[in-house]
């Protein structure tokens, strides 16, 4: 069965920490992985990787996905308080001719001012 | 404004009402999805339509049913629903489904089962 684990499940930091959110995948027919961030409301796409060790990067936030470990990173520097959020891992895969993600439970994230 | 909009925002129903849920996409997408999110679960795909068409359904009890009249609206009908089918339920589009690309969420209908 296709599954995507994240860790930690929570996290807890004060403003300015710098954190790693780890999100690991046990997949058949990989495509992809990406990051999403959900605050209240919809979860906002981040990052799609499909290349090993290419860092893609937007401000603070970085990621890089590691084929051979299946697994991937999402790194916050400087956090701030508005980056409080559940942040979600999701595999890209083909099943049956179909494509579909596969989310993880996700990584809640509470930055203290 | 993310460009998927959802209505109700919020439903509460006894387990014998009928409602409906419905989703639309002002990105000019061609696939259009629902998800339910439970408390402490990963996101779980429920339907897939592509260009109007169905093209997953993974394992979702009859009582949900989707309609899609046209690639910008999808609705998800609930009738004789359980107390455990409480959840948010998003909907989601992207581009065309079957190929490598995100989708973009809305803001969900948060449902409550009595």
């Known amino acids: 069965e296709d599954k995507v684990v994240q860790s930690p499940l929570s996290l807890v930091v004060h403003e300015g920490d710098t954190v790693t959110l780890n999100c690991s995948y046990e997949v058949t027919n990989f495509r992809s992985l990406l990051w999403y961030k959900q605050e209240k409301k919809a979860p906002t796409f981040l990052f799609m990787l499909t290349s090993s060790g290419i860092e893609k990067k937007s401000g603070r936030l970085s990621s890089i996905l590691d084929k051979k470990e299946l697994s991937s990173i999402l790194n916050i520097t400087a956090t701030q308080t508005g980056d409080s959020a559940i942040y979600l891992c999701?595999?890209?895969?083909?099943?049956?001719?179909?494509?579909?993600?596969?989310f993880g439970t996700g990584t809640r994230l509470k930055v203290l001012a | 404004e993310t460009g998927v909009t959802q209505t109700p925002r919020h439903l509460v129903m006894g387990m014998t009402n009928k409602k409906s849920l419905k989703c639309e996409q002002h990105?000019?997408?061609?696939?259009m999805y629902w998800y339910k999110q439970s408390a402490k679960k990963p996101l779980e795909l429920m339907f897939v339509y592509n260009f109007k068409e169905q093209t997953e359904n993974n394992s979702v009890p009859s009582r949900f049913s989707p309609e899609c009249p046209n690639s910008s609206h999808l609705f998800l009908h609930l009738h004789t629903l359980q107390p455990e089918d409480s959840a948010l339920y998003l909907c989601?589009?992207?581009?065309?489904?079957?190929?490598?690309?995100?989708?973009?969420f809305g803001d969900g209908t948060r449902l409550s089962i009595l």
């Open positions: 989601a589009s992207s581009q065309e489904a079957g190929v490598n690309q995100p989708q973009h």
């Open positions: 999701a595999g890209g895969v083909v099943s049956s001719g179909t494509y579909k993600y596969i």
């Open positions: 990105l000019g997408h061609n696939a």
